[in-house]
């Protein structure tokens, strides 16, 4: 093993992985002790964060083996951290004790042996503080290992004079983590939370992931720290009800207005209440003293930032990547009940989607643009909440906007394109509009019987494609997780039938618009109503080119394709 100051045990996982970064930034020499098969994703993950790994020896090991499948000592290691453990309801009592018990007290006796040790600092819950000893691993093994092991090690350490200092963070808030509170709140996006359980006073405490890391990596440089458990959490977090009314809020879905109490909810069939069991012991009224841990925080430079602000940024992460199914957008997120992703200030094209996808079904253009791009779900639409009339929506869109973007509309999205570049010519450079639906054969499959509302929001993600033409992907899961949600179906079989009433009305509008306008189709798709714009056809697809030839329209929305469809084909295969 290379010389290392620092190492970290459980350096893949959410916490240990941020810790790792935070170490190699603040100049520290790092090994990251693995599990096999670790290296890749951990490395991938500081390579997205741009940090420098200059520093970083990466090695494999083994916490249920007393010596860690490390071997001998190894000099220079003045701090050693661990952040390994199993996150997880569910799990076998076996595997708990393996790894959340016994590998904890194998990593504290290995770090005892190290000639050079300043600390061992040790991660665990904030539930976790208390005497220890024996737990019930039958009412929920993964609390109870967390629990029996913090009562040990402090004994172990104790005893024999190792200097062991306990980290206990509450809910720890970032990216990449969809456990206890996620769930909570993707079943609340989903409309699947008919009533909270607990009561007024359940207190759910959570913490910032930088605020976390931040004072565990300092922590060694305090000698009066050994020795002591700090309940890692911010004690402005509100009660739990009130803390779901605010993500609510900037969700703009109702909030549960009941409680339940949680031996109730136990008594549920979990298909109603869609709790987990062994989540509900996490629902408590009790309250932590973090007065000891603010002290340390204070003395190295550590703050928490505003709660609401932390929760607001969390649900817009659980609703970007459908609570931890995918990897989310990191510019995605509501404003003012809009769902946004990219560049709102400097954009160089603005998205708008058609029916019944969302933007998402932009991401593979976006990537071929390779330029600033702001993508919006339309009102009452995908993640969007239900607003005024299109063009006031658009204008609330667009406020932070300086640059004069190209404005791409498709399908329905034409609309909301047409709207804005009629009001405000001077802040659009030049309009696409993609299938524009009004200039095409209405699309009847999604309108008339037998399709509903009700039958397209049951549809499975294949047949949504079949009906749609183009292929699964996460454009359609993603309009099928949307349609799913309450009121988002009805919502856009509404807007299609009034898109269907107004076509004389937009077309009219079109005319009026003194922004250069062009027309991007599919050859399987075609115009029906003449238009003097010029018009660019694709060939071998129909109403949705963005998700079948993604080259292509990039091509065209940078000005750099308007031909005939075999030479857009043949150009952009």
């Known amino acids: 093993m290379a010389h290392t100051d620092s190492i970290v045990f459980g350096a893949a996982g959410f916490i240990g992985r941020s810790l790792v970064a935070e170490l190699l930034r603040t100049g520290h ?13 951990l490395r991938g993950w500081l390579d997205e964060q741009h940090v420098d790994t200059t520093g970083l020896t990466i090695t494999t090991t083994d916490i249920g083996e007393p010596d860690l499948a490390l071997g001998e000592p190894v000099e220079g290691v003045r701090d050693v951290y661990n952040a390994a453990a199993v996150m997880k309801f569910g799990l076998d009592a076996e595997v708990a004790r393996r790894v959340n018990l016994d590998g904890a007290v194998h990593v504290l006796e290995w770090a005892a042996r190290q000639p050079d040790l300043r600390r061992i600092v040790h991660i665990t819950g904030y539930r976790a503080v208390g005497d220890g000893g024996p737990q019930d691993y039958g009412n929920g093994a993964y609390e109870a290992s967390k629990v029996e092991a913090d009562g040990v090690l402090r004994a172990i350490a104790a005893e024999r004079n190792i200097p062991l200092t306990v980290a206990n963070p509450a809910g720890v808030i970032g990216a990449g983590q969809y456990f206890g509170l996620a769930d909570i709140i993707d079943n609340l996006w989903r409309g699947r939370l008919p009533a909270l359980p607990g009561s007024a006073e359940t207190f759910v405490p959570v913490v910032d992931l930088d605020y976390v890391v931040r004072f565990i990596a300092g922590v060694p440089t305090l000698p009066e720290t050994v020795g002591k458990s700090y309940p890692l959490l911010d004690p402005a977090t509100p009660a739990l009800p009130e803390l779901i009314r605010l993500v609510a809020d900037h969700l703009r879905v109702p909030a549960p207005r009941f409680t339940l109490p949680t031996a109730l909810v136990r008594r549920l069939p979990r298909a109603l209440t869609n709790a987990d069991p062994e989540a509900l012991s996490f629902l408590s ?7 000891e841990s603010e002290v340390v925080a204070r003395r190295l430079g550590v703050a928490h930032p505003p709660v609401d602000e932390l929760l607001r940024s969390y649900a817009d992460r659980i609703v970007a990547s459908r609570n931890g199914a995918l990897t989310p957008a990191p510019t995605a997120g509501f404003r003012n009940g809009a769902w946004l992703v990219g560049e709102q200030v400097d954009p160089e094209y603005v998205l708008l989607h058609g029916i019944p996808v969302d933007s998402d079904s932009w991401a593979a253009v976006i990537r071929e643009l390779d330029a600033p791009v702001l993508a919006a779900d339309l009102p009452g639409l995908g993640r969007s909440a239900a607003a005024g009339s299109l063009g006031e929506w658009m204008v609330e869109v667009m406020a932070p906007v300086r640059t004069r973007p190209v404005l791409v509309g498709h399908s329905y999205g034409a609309w909301a394109a047409i709207e804005f570049a009629l009001r405000h010519p001077d802040r659009v450079s030049r309009v696409v509009l993609v299938a524009p639906a009004f200039l095409q054969q209405p699309a009847s499959w999604l309108i008339s019987s037998p399709l509903s509302a009700g039958v397209v929001r049951r549809m499975s993600v294949a047949k949504l494609a079949a009906q749609l033409g183009i292929p699964e992907g996460n454009a359609v899961e993603s309009a099928a997780a949307n ?41 399987q798709d075609p115009l029906v109503e003449e238009t003097d714009l010029p018009v660019t056809t694709i060939a071998d697809t129909g109403h949705f080119p963005q998700l079948t030839h993604p080259g292509a329209v990039a091509a065209v929305l940078r000005g750099e394709l308007s031909t005939s469809a075999e030479e857009v084909a043949q150009r952009t295969a």
């Open 29 to 41: 020499t790092v090994t990251a002790a693995l599990r096999a098969g670790s290296q890749d994703r």
């Open 285 to 291: 009224t009790d309250r932590y003293d973090t007065s």
């Open 483 to 523: 349609l799913r949600r309450p009121g988002v179906a009805q919502r856009t079989f509404a807007t299609l039938r009034a898109a269907g009433a107004s076509r004389a009305e937009i077309t009219a509008k079109l005319a009026r618009v003194t922004v250069p306008v062009e027309i991007l189709v599919g050859a």
